[in-house]
């Protein structure tokens, strides 16, 4: 049952006084049934109430969240928080759907503020913030909408008003690029100083590099900020290393220590979705209630599997790991799907008592965090990591791929990668090396036995004798610990990491991210794919190695071999929403377009015209639309969507009835304009002056098979024909940059 919130001037004495910790605490029993405090919570609360700016370095855990929650109740107004869209949309928009559910559950008015919502939702939300007397108290937006000019004119009215009590900054770190979780779309947080001077700046971060904290500190242009940092010592974690080279089977191993510590709830990461898939069969097939959890699922899977596990329906979820940007770059392309699921996402499942990663995370960070999601609620949890010298590797591999792709001279992601290293090959004691990768100085003898290496040291020493000696004895070589592996990029073993960009060309989209041409990717990369291979030769490589995929699995017909999945159509849709609630966020122009219309409409064009053809062509197509979107301008994007998705009219190719378009587009371009005026208007965005009344020719996406052929164009130099001239001749009216 919701509770009625408390009344607001039983807890501020004035809007300019700080709260009194009395009222404060009175606010956190009654709303969150916590009996006191934690840490420097007051502090932070107290310091932000009176005006004042404030930096809070707090643990995975630590409760930072309530940082601005309680100010949001202590005082009428309202506090924006900003924080990370992460991993695919949807997940992370299911998360704060969760957070703000569990809010309102309280009795505290939360919102947030996305373009997956329903448009009505939306424009709700819009209402009761241009009302003058807004009732949201707590309003979770991304920092790609406060970027947009329609929102922060809005804001500034707000502000205008008094009602902008506070902004929060969760995830701070994000901002900096020395942080390990860095998005540029938190650089453009550094202006908010500049529209909203006077509004008080918590920033909030787990990420406890000193370096980090100034760069926040620095780009946000916080003022005199009470600077609040707490130990990063987890004390109820209990650290621990496995060591799978020396396991018979390490599946065996996992599932043996799961059955032995009972029916726990439980997180285990993986790096690929096939160890995720194989390891939750092989846990329910030993009668652990286990769940895989990643790209590969539809979104409607997802979201059961992750209720079921909230729920502690299932007790096991075996997730994938996440990466930055610049792994994206290299992994999507070979199908292997970046996920973040609970590393920073922001669930919070409190009684979490094992976190296991399969593989060795990228650095000590992501492990922190990763393994913080044990024991949030303080009671004794463990974190158990299998440590393999092959996944070292291969995440060395990896790793360096990323920072090539970066800058050749960028080597953070290797040296970050080396202190996990260090802690899985090192002997002393685990926490202490965790505490100290973070600046903190740590005695051992305050670990209490609470790491394996300082519980049974002798163990733990004679496990890494035996790995230094089968080390040896396998790769036959002296060194086993902290190698470099330099070579790795030429040894061409770790192929389903294969970088397409490699290839030059601009088509990576083409690859599909299904399963069976990433498996012919796979066959494909390496050495065979030399640099020096012209677009024809890696095309009929290309065949090749789905021709050789196909023969390996007899069992797949040739029928379904071209068959466009369900799933495929899902990810599809996806895809596209992930990229036009992006490009729409831009434009400020949510409330404009139902995107989860505009997508379907858009997938079923590139079903209708490519389902025969077979899904390389339709994945291509669905490539070219998401190219198209990123590029298309606002008044394309209203020519094609908001007609379409507005009259219904989802089944008619846009290219048949033209003209019928052109005047859909008037009439939507009229209702359009009057919700503009009563939505967005009053925040004076003169952005939206855009929608044009000229027919305007759509623009045309063009075929895998026109891609190719303009590729070859562009080759053909000899022929002395720009590729424009030569879909000129083919198809002169449909005409796309391609870049
Ligand atoms: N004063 C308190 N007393 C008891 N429990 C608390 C208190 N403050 C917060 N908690 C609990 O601690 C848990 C973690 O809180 P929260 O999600 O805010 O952590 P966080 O610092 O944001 O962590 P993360 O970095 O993982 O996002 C929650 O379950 C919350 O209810
Ligand atoms: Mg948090």
């Not at 690929?272 to 979104?299: F, K, M, P, Q, W």
């Not at 990228?362 to 996944?391: I, T």
């Not at 360096?400 to 040296?415: A, I, Q």
Request: charged share 25%; net charge positive; glycine share 6%.
């Amino acid at each position: 049952m919701k509770k009625a919130p408390l009344p607001v001037q039983n807890v501020h004495r004035s809007d300019k006084n700080v709260a009194g910790k009395e009222a404060l605490v009175k606010l956190l029993r009654w709303h969150f049934g916590h009996a006191d405090f934690r840490g420097k919570q007051l502090e932070a609360i107290q310091a932000v109430a009176s005006g004042r700016d404030c930096f809070c370095l707090m643990p995975t855990g630590g409760g930072k969240s309530i940082c601005y929650q309680i100010p949001a109740l202590a005082k009428p107004g309202i506090v924006l928080v900003v924080s990370p869209l992460i991993g695919p949309f949807f997940v992370s928009i299911l998360l704060k759907e969760n957070q703000v559910m569990a809010l309102k559950e309280k009795g505290i008015a939360a919102e947030y503020l996305s373009s997956t919502q329903a448009t009505h939702v939306r424009n709700k939300i819009h209402e009761d913030l241009d009302s003058g007397k807004p009732s949201v108290r707590l309003l979770y937006v991304t920092p790609e909408l406060i970027a947009t000019k329609g929102f922060m004119l809005k804001l500034r009215k707000i502000h205008s008003r008094g009602l902008l009590n506070l902004i929060a900054i969760d995830e701070a770190h994000c901002i900096s690029s020395w942080g390990h979780d860095f998005r540029p779309s938190y650089r453009q947080l550094s202006t908010l100083r500049d529209s909203l001077a006077d509004v008080p700046v918590l920033a909030l971060t787990a990420t406890a590099a000193p370096k980090v904290q100034k760069d926040v500190i620095d780009s946000l242009s916080l003022r005199n900020p009470l600077v609040l940092k707490s130990s990063f010592n987890r004390p109820n974690i209990f650290y621990e290393v496995r060591y799978k080279d020396l396991l018979d089977n390490a599946y065996n191993d996992l599932g043996n220590l799961l059955k032995s510590c009972g029916n726990i709830c439980a997180i285990i990461y993986c790096l690929e979705r096939t160890t995720c898939d194989d390891l939750s069969v092989h846990l329910t097939s030993i009668g652990i209630s286990s769940t895989a959890y990643h790209a590969g699922l539809n979104s409607k899977l997802r979201s059961t599997v992750l209720d079921d596990w909230l729920s502690s329906k299932k007790q096991v979820i075996v997730a994938t790991v996440a990466f930055g940007p610049g792994f994206i770059v290299i992994l999507l392309f070979a199908s292997y799907y970046v996920w973040e699921l609970l590393g920073r996402a922001g669930i919070d499942k409190k009684d979490v008592r094992m976190v296991c990663h399969l593989n060795i995370p990228k650095s000590m960070e992501s492990f922190y965090q990763e393994s913080g999601r044990a024991g949030r609620d303080q009671l004794p949890s463990r974190s158990v990591l299998y440590y393999g010298v092959d996944d070292r590797k291969k995440m060395e591999f990896i790793l360096r791929n990323s920072e090539n792709k970066k800058s050749p001279s960028s080597k953070k992601p290797t040296s970050d990668f080396e202190q996990i290293v260090k802690y899985c090959e090192g002997s002393g004691c685990r926490r202490k090396k965790i505490l100290e990768s973070f600046g903190e100085e740590f005695p051992t003898q305050q670990c209490k036995k609470t790491c394996d290496a300082c519980k049974h040291p002798n163990q733990v020493a004679h496990c890494l004798e035996e790995l230094m000696t089968t080390g040896s004895r396998r790769h036959n070589s002296s060194r086993i610990f902290i190698t470099s592996s330099n070579k790795m990029t030429n040894e061409g073993q770790y192929s389903e990491f294969w970088n397409r960009n490699e290839d030059g060309s601009n088509s990576d989209e083409e690859i599909s991210d299904s399963d069976d041409v990433s498996e012919a990717a796979k066959s494909l990369a390496g050495p065979k794919l030399s640099k020096k291979l012209g677009l024809d030769e890696k095309l009929v490589l290309l065949e090749q190695a789905e021709e050789k995929y196909y023969e390996r699995n007899k069992q797949v017909k040739k029928s379904e071999k071209n068959a466009i999945s369900e799933v495929l159509r899902e990810s599809s849709k996806q895809r596209l929403l992930d990229e036009l609630a992006r490009v729409l966020q831009q434009l400020a122009s949510e409330n404009e377009i139902d995107s989860q219309k505009a997508c379907e409409f858009l997938e079923n064009e590139c079903y209708r015209r490519y389902s025969k053809a077979g899904k390389s062509f339709y994945y291509s197509q669905i490539a070219s639309t998401v190219r198209w979107l990123g590029t298309a301008s606002r008044e394309e994007l209203m020519t094609r969507l908001s007609s379409v998705v507005s009259t219904g009219r989802e089944e008619e190719p846009i290219e048949e009835d033209l003209s019928l378009v052109t005047e859909q587009t008037e009439n939507i371009k009229e209702e359009a304009d009057g919700k503009i005026n009563t939505a967005e208007s009053q925040v004076g965005d003169q952005t939206q002056e855009v929608v044009s009344r000229s027919p305007i020719k759509l623009p045309h996406i063009p075929s895998f098979s026109e891609f190719v052929n303009r590729k070859k164009m562009k080759q053909n130099t000899s022929a002395g024909k720009s590729s424009e001239d030569f879909d000129d001749e083919k198809k002169p009216a449909k005409i796309m940059k391609l870049q």
